[in-house]
């Protein structure tokens, strides 16, 4: 079974500060992707990754930068978190982008900013 | 604009009952559509999977339909169970050049299924 796994369930900080959140994927996966979902919307893709040291902007990257220096592990940085980045976060990695382009889930890093 | 819109936003239904939750879709050029379950504090999961020749997917208790001419889906749940007290977000995956797919993502249905 595909396991991605995500370093934090629940994260408070405080407006202003830097926040890493990290991604880790175990089954190879080329392409990996940062989300944030909000009550009433669909998840918004902020960032992804199709290799190593690739970035892609997705529909919401502005405010976060993203890291992919190994292949299993894709990190989001909020480099001066604001209130309004409060929100759940949920990485993904699938193995193609095409037609069959499954994405599997970790299980989400609630953030919370004050 | 490439859009998925779901309906209703939220279901309660008594245990043993049936229900049917709704998906409307502009994406373009349509490539294929998924339904995902979403258990609270967890991340979506892969219930079926749809390109545009199929009309119909079963996965145990759990059938997506598709209608790529009114370009609507819909998935059926029978005899629901406690546990499927969830978020259920349909996805509609759209043709990119260079084959980076891009997902669009519905805001999905709440079901709460009760005793």
């Not at chain 1, 982008?97 to 004050?114: A, C, I, K, M, S």
């Not at chain 2, 859009?3 to 939220?10: C, D, F, G, R």
């Not at chain 2, 967890?42 to 020749?53: D, E, K, Y």
């Amino acid at each position: 079974d595909v396991k991605v796994t995500q370093s934090s369930r629940y994260l408070v900080k405080r407006t202003g500060e830097k926040v890493f959140l990290e991604c880790v994927q175990d089954m190879d996966h080329e392409n990996m992707f940062w989300y944030r979902q909000d009550p009433g919307l669909g998840l918004r893709l902020i960032y992804f990754s199709y290799d190593v040291k690739m970035k892609e902007k997705g529909d919401i990257p502005e405010g976060y930068s993203v890291s992919r220096e190994k292949k299993e592990r894709f990190s989001l940085i909020l480099e001066s978190a604001s209130t309004n980045q409060t929100s759940m976060y949920l990485c993904a990695s699938s193995l193609f982008t095409g037609d069959y382009n499954e994405q599997f889930f970790g299980p989400g890093t609630r953030l919370t900013v004050l | 604009k490439n859009q998925v819109e779901q309906s209703p936003q939220s279901l309660i239904i008594l245990e043993g009952k049936n229900c049917t939750l709704q998906c409307n879709y502009t994406v373009s050029p349509f490539s294929n559509l998924r339904w995902y379950k979403q258990d609270t504090g967890r991340g979506p999961v892969s219930l079926t999977i749809m390109t545009f020749s199929e009309n119909t997917k079963s996965n145990g208790r759990y059938t997506a339909t598709l209608d790529a001419d009114t370009k609507q889906s819909s998935l059926h749940i029978t005899a629901s169970q406690l546990s499927d007290s969830a978020s259920y977000i349909c996805v509609v995956s759209a043709s990119a050049p260079g084959g980076y797919n891009k997902l669009i993502f519905g805001a999905g249905t709440r079901l709460a299924v009760h005793p």
